[in-house]
């Protein structure tokens, strides 16, 4: 099938130069009253966004689902679940959203399924052709099925206590790496991945500008599951099961039926503990896969090594510095990056990585953003990122809706652990932040519905607020708005080589874009306290221009707490 998009709307590598605003749909905003926010909800904000200037919205799943996940366990991918409206209210979205320039990117979750799709529940049969759709296998020898231990191996789910699920009816287990309701396709087998083409096929041709792939490295399964032997107990993680030998083969065989490249469009994979070299075989252009991944490297620094993303540590300066300039220089010559701090999985950014007390939130959010849009890739702003949004002050576990910290409160206070010490991992690192609704206005519940929000509005909404925002030139939305600007009209931001500076000093993040003559230095102050600019480590600024700021009285010798500049060199 063709896409119905003119080549002209999608010029060669038109996502260098793209930002990318990510919806929660379920948060975003809501159109009938439900407490739950809609397709129509995201029609009605589109010149809202289009006055940001983003250029792509990514949509969250809004596919027909149970919705145990919130969407990513998906029951038929070519239907809209009724929370958020119809196949007819997608196509409005669709139009309304190219008329104003804005491309839609689709987030599609094909490592596995929901429990309740057609394709599995055939798959439970033994007798059904669609059995080796899914990865079945058999008690451990010695073991009687459903009995503790009998599981085919002790790998732990991202969601619950085992990847393995007993069936009872077969008296078979089968693989969900995420949860027993979220069972994984098997793409060894041929007929799972053309009918997943198809089912892509089937979005292009109805319009959407790209996909984001949910867990995508998952896709390929280690030896010992595909083999249907016994299964290997090494490794021990979720994600030790996925990022097989064939990945490449399958992205590079789905960017060819799809028409990924035929179709000019915007993919990119997440990737779960992906190495470097991973990611420059998948970004290469010369292979044919994807334009970029999602790396989790640098949203996993804040945690004890070894232990779990529960297992909160200090995040100093330098490190996370180093991470972000080591995968610049690794994509420099071949692959692409992705720029984030926020997303749908992660607490907010100002809160995590900023400061988001009232002397410094504004500050925080416009550095963060400076820094982040600065480097060399593509970048991505989730819902609410643009007015500062901050994490909610959610302190009883009865505050919390996500599977996933609901599962970590029961399972770490069953064995043992300070519930001190579990409620303030969840204050500082659930999902739930994320997801709180998008702050429109003061009014109640954020402006978001007209009835009971499906999870309760950030009390500070009355001070942050689009409404407010859009209003005040020194705004965070403001700050960003120029930041895409400046994407879209200088080249260096898009193109220029990215060179690390001051990479040992604990509170200023300093680096170069130079393209050809053009050289923009970005200096930041990413501390509460004020920073003297060193004597030595900086390039000469005589002559130096500012191009963005976060102040205009600033001090040249200094740098107030949180303040950044962008300057083009003489």
């Not at 929901?114 to 008690?139: G, L």
Request: with cysteine.
């Amino acid at each position: 099938m063709d896409s119905p998009v003119s080549e002209d709307l999608r010029p060669a590598d038109w996502w260098r130069s793209a930002v990318v605003y990510q919806v929660y749909p379920r948060s975003f905003s809501d159109s009938d009253g439900d407490g739950i926010g809609d397709l129509p909800g995201i029609t009605s904000r589109l010149d809202y966004l289009a006055d940001l200037g983003v250029d792509v919205v990514w949509l969250s799943p809004v596919y027909r689902s149970p919705q145990r996940d919130n969407g990513y366990d998906i029951s038929d991918y070519q239907d809209i679940d009724p929370l958020f409206g119809t196949l007819a209210d997608f196509d409005v979205l669709l139009a309304a959203a190219h008329e104003r320039g804005i491309k839609i990117v689709m987030d599609v979750v094909v490592n596995h399924t929901s429990d309740e799709h057609p394709w599995f529940v055939e798959s439970r049969d033994p007798a059904s052709a669609k059995r080796d759709w899914y990865f079945w296998r058999s008690p451990r020898a010695g073991h009687e099925g459903g009995a503790p231990g009998a599981e085919p191996s002790d790998h732990p789910a991202a969601f619950a206590p085992s990847v393995w699920t007993y069936d009872p009816e077969s008296g078979e287990y089968y693989l969900g790496l995420f949860s027993p309701g979220q069972p994984d396709l098997n793409w060894e087998n041929p007929e799972v991945r053309r009918a997943v083409y198809e089912m892509m096929r089937w979005w292009v041709a109805r319009g959407v500008d790209g996909f984001r792939l949910d867990v995508i490295n998952l896709i390929s399964k280690p030896d010992d599951i595909t083999s249907g032997g016994p299964v290997s107990d090494a490794g021990q993680s979720t994600f030790s099961l996925g990022g097989g030998p064939r990945l490449d083969e399958f992205l590079a065989e789905m960017n060819r039926e799809v028409g990924f490249d035929e179709h000019r469009l915007l993919t990119v994979g997440e990737m779960p503990g992906s190495t470097i070299e991973t990611a420059i075989r998948a970004t290469d252009p010369e292979r044919h896969e994807l334009n970029m991944i999602f790396t989790f490297e640098h949203v996993g620094l804040d945690a004890v090594p070894g232990g779990s993303k529960w297992d909160l540590a200090d995040l100093p300066l330098p490190v996370l510095k180093a991470n972000l300039a080591h995968w610049q220089d690794a994509l420099a010559e071949a692959g692409w990056n992705s720029l984030y701090l926020d997303n749908h999985d992660q607490p907010r950014a100002v809160s995590r990585f900023g400061d988001d007390s009232p002397a410094h939130r504004v500050n925080s959010a416009k550095t963060l953003a400076t820094v982040l849009h600065l480097h060399r890739g593509t970048p991505y702003v989730y819902q609410g990122e643009e007015l500062g949004m901050t994490n909610a002050p959610l302190t009883e576990i009865g505050h919390y809706h996500d599977i996933e910290s609901i599962n970590y409160h029961t399972l770490a206070t069953a064995s043992g652990l300070d519930a001190a010490t579990v409620m303030r991992s969840l204050e500082v690192k659930s999902r739930d932040h994320a997801r709180t609704p998008m702050q429109w206005d003061a009014s109640e519940h954020a402006g978001f519905t007209d009835g009971v929000p499906w999870i309760a509005a950030n009390p500070n909404h009355a001070e942050i607020n689009a409404a407010a925002a859009q209003g005040d030139p020194d705004s965070v939305f403001a700050h960003f708005k120029r930041l895409i600007a400046l994407r879209h009209e200088d080249e260096v931001v898009r193109l220029g080589r990215f060179d690390l500076l001051l990479p040992d000093h604990e509170q200023l993040w300093a680096f170069t874009r130079t393209l050809g003559d053009d050289v923009l230095l970005v200096v930041a102050n990413c501390s509460s306290e004020p920073a003297a600019l060193p004597p030595d480590g900086l390039p000469p600024l005589d002559g130096a221009t500012l191009v963005l700021g976060t102040r205009d009285d600033g001090d040249g010798a200094s740098l107030a707490p949180w303040e950044s500049r962008i300057l083009r060199l003489a």
